[in-house]
């Protein structure tokens, strides 16, 4: 029982290119989260999936996209990256009112 | 909006009770009040989770009054690998249109 993974754990994009961050869960949760945390700012939401089929914005979705491929995976892409979406990306899974699990998390850098 | 807002750190010594507290004034009928444990180049981790009154666990106590305007997550005789940083969501996890408002988190330092 893995959890929830994430790949890759560390990534150096250049301004302007694009990338997938992949998210998957084993846990059979209905519920699926990206975040970014950045220093002095907490965990902000982009997105969130409630369900397989659905997905809906966060806090700060502009300059990402997302895509619930299954109940499993959710991956996040940046589809021209820039220097502001340097950060760390978690993603976390959830069932009902139930508390979430976190991935390890992807170190972006974007120069 | 609504808005968590907790201590930036505090610190303790091993063997202490520490009691962090968040302040949640706009919480919502349906927000339900979590807090997560982080260390170092990892993710969050749940403690615990309520919704009034009391709740406790194995390794966490939580107390949220009647008003529910604020939390207080309580540690019992902390240890060193108790050092982390701690974070207080205000939030409904169910249902569409999610606000989750996280705290900036405490940074606790526990010392021997």
């Known amino acids: 029982n893995a959890g929830v993974t994430q790949t890759p754990k560390f990534q150096v994009l250049k301004t302007g290119q694009s990338m997938t961050l992949q998210c998957a869960q084993d846990?059979?949760?209905?519920?699926m989260y990206w975040y970014r945390q950045d220093p002095g700012m907490g965990l902000r939401l982009i997105y969130y999936?409630?369900?397989?089929?659905?997905?809906d914005k966060g806090e700060v979705p502009n300059g990402y996209n997302v895509s619930r491929l299954n109940k499993r995976e959710f991956s996040l892409r940046l589809e021209s990256a820039a220097p502001s979406q340097t950060s760390v990306y978690f993603c976390?899974?959830?069932?009902?009112?139930?508390?979430?699990?976190f991935g390890p998390g992807t170190r972006l850098t974007v120069t | 909006l609504a808005k968590t807002t907790q201590p930036i750190s505090m610190d303790s010594y091993e063997g202490q009770e520490v009691n962090i507290t968040c302040s949640h004034n706009?919480?919502?009928?349906?927000?339900?009040i979590t807090w997560y444990q982080q260390f170092p180049s990892q993710g969050p981790r749940f403690i615990i989770q309520?919704?009034?009154?009391?709740v406790t666990n194995e390794v966490a106590s939580l107390f949220i009054p009647a008003d529910r305007k604020s939390s207080t997550l309580s540690l019992p005789r902390v240890s060193l690998s108790d050092t982390a940083v701690y974070y207080c969501?205000?939030?409904?996890?169910?249902?569409?249109?999610?606000?989750?408002?996280w705290g900036l988190g405490t940074s606790l330092a526990v010392n021997p």
């Open positions: 309520g919704y009034k009154t009391k």
């Open positions: 976390a899974s959830s069932e009902g009112r139930g508390g979430q699990y």
């Open positions: 846990m059979n949760h209905n519920s």
């Open positions: 969501l205000v939030g409904a996890n169910a249902g569409n249109n999610r606000k989750l408002i």
């Open positions: 999936s409630a369900s397989e089929g659905t997905t």
């Open positions: 706009n919480i919502a009928t349906n927000d339900y």
